[in-house]
T-cell receptor, first 112, second 113 residues
């Protein structure tokens, strides 16, 4: 009965590779988010989708491409990985217009 | 834009009260939130307060909001070792008709015996 789930939990890869992180929520929410948490625990929003439509796109390199096949799923694809992409990536969801966001357990990405 | 600031560390003795402070800049933030992050885990919503309230109590948690000073605090009564975690303050910023959360840097609470 997990509310927001992410796979994989850990991802170790080399520079230059392409990788994807998947997120699913079973809360019936309309809005989903991707956040990046750096090594100092600073949390910053990257993208937000509402009913499969991109609504928030912060200043994120083009190498990051979110995709929402339906409102319960939001995936994050990263091309040409760089060392600076190493972080924990969190997916979250909320009901439209309501601020309470529910977070997934995070995906720790390590680029070597 | 919105800026949210918190002190980075707080150390308390078990059984004492903890008070974590937060300031924000955008007075139009309608909701303010407190999240808890335990090691290796995601963020867990603890509580929130609507901007027209000045206090909210939920068991051991008390949230105080001073809207004039744009100051938010979280008080944890009878702090336990299980309360050791990072606590994030977050404010809502409306952007293009949608809401996004702006987080503070997090306050690391250490509870010692």
């Amino acid at each position: 009965d997990t509310a927001v789930s992410q796979t994989p939990k850990y991802l170790v890869t080399q520079m230059g590779n392409d990788k994807s992180i998947k997120c699913e929520q079973n809360l019936g929410h309309d809005t989903m988010y991707w956040y990046k948490q750096d090594s100092k625990k600073f949390l910053k929003i990257m993208f937000s989708y509402n009913n499969k439509e991109l609504i928030i796109n912060e200043t994120v390199p083009n190498r990051f491409s979110p995709k929402s096949p339906d409102k319960a799923h939001l995936n994050l694809h990263i091309n040409s990985l760089e060392l600076g992409d190493s972080a924990v990536y969190f997916c979250a969801s909320s009901q439209t217009g309501v601020g309470e966001q529910y977070f997934g357990p995070g995906t720790r990405l390590t680029v070597t | 834009g919105e800026d949210v600031e918190q002190s980075l560390f707080l150390s308390v003795r078990e059984g004492d009260s903890s008070v974590i402070n937060c300031t924000y800049t955008d007075s139009s933030s309608t909701y303010l939130y407190w999240y808890k992050q335990e090691p290796g885990a995601g963020l867990q919503l603890l509580t929130y307060i609507f901007s027209n309230m000045d206090m909210k109590q939920d068991q051991r948690l008390t949230v105080l909001l001073n809207k004039k000073d744009k100051h938010l605090s979280l008080r944890i009564a009878d702090t336990q070792t299980g309360d050791s975690a990072i606590y994030f303050c977050a404010a809502i910023l409306s952007s293009g008709g949608y809401n996004k959360l702006i987080f503070g840097a997090g306050t690391r609470l250490a509870v010692h015996p």
